[in-house]
């Protein structure tokens, strides 16, 4: 395979996944930081596609290669193995001819439950797994294996429930914090005292940056990013209802066997309705049921011991919640998403009722400046140069 380098004047890298929430934050990070970075989406280079990864890479030669793409935690045999397994160490194979260091994201779905799991810890490799921890911890047993033996440069780097803005598939932690605002979790789906470790994005693109700055000391090795203090369940889930100042969930907690249950007669539903032709699928999130009744924790010793300093040490998903709350009921507003109950949560100005119900009295106050819902920009005029067709903008 032959490679061209493109010119850049600073670090150049591609992001596998780059659209995703954990991708997503570290494309952004890292353009803020200067790197060079392509995040080409599914249809420039699909990784079950071993030529669209051969003609991606024949273009371009990367510093590094990051990859955080997973195929749909839902999906079939087939597109878990091509996706998540053989495309990921397709790239680990390019990032070996290229001598490049090769960051590969994992998750906690590979671990059994427990407190305190150590990066050593893993689910025994079997067909009752799911396809997606399956696929997660066959190409972290491969990539050990290149390592080992034929020389790659790789750091895994495995997430526990990852919470951030910017989710817009409404999944893993957003779906639970959708369904408490949506008033869909009438009761606690869980028991008392089940502890979970989670995963700050805000905090994920300084640990690859760092990682990716000392490769002596991260090569070949595997570290579970989490915040250090596991979070239980329920403390939670109650937190954000208080937050949101409804009544539901009610502090009941429902039995496993009952929440069993239930989600088999939803799935009964959902193949009569496809039968008369009305398509609709479970939240994939429900085939990890089990774990929300089981504590699983995460070691964070070994990153503890490492040179790596935590930028936000004070940043939990308890002091991260308002935000988070503001920001994700704001778009599923906007997208229509949420009920009629908590359309006017979050509007400070109370500017979307006034829009809706007397939207002239709403423009005579805008005209007349009693308000103003509009940006103030600010330019420095010696910096930058107009944009045009032939030049890229320029920043100071």
Known sequence: MAYCAPSSAGPFGIIVGGSGLVGGSIVYHFKKWGYDILAPNSKKMSLANPDDIASYFNKYRPDFIINTAIAAIDANPKLAFDVNYVGSINLAKVAMALKIPYIFFSSA???????NLRE????????????????????EMTLRHLGENEGLDYTTIRLAIVYGKHDHKIQGFHRMLFAIADQSMPVLLTRPRVYHSYSNTRKIPHFVRHVLSNREEFSGQTFHFADPN?????????????YLELKSPREVY??????RFGATCIQHLIRFLAKIGIKTRMPPELMFLENFYQSQTLSCEKLQRSSFQDPFPEETVFTRLPDLIQYYLTRWEQLNLMTSKTQDFFDPQ?????FLRNPAQLLEAIHERKLSPFMEPRFNPSCGVRKSAATRSHHC
């Open 350 to 354: 109370k500017l979307s009722e006034e």
């Open 230 to 242: 596991p979070v239980e369940l329920a403390q939670l889930i109650l937190t954000i209802r208080s």
């Open 120 to 139: 050593e810890d893993h689910l025994p490799l079997s067909a009752d797994i799911t396809n997606y921890a399956k696929s997660k911890l066959m190409s």
């Open 254 to 259: 429902l039995p496993l066997p009952m929440a």
């Open 109 to 115: 779905a590979v671990l059994p439950p427990g407190l």
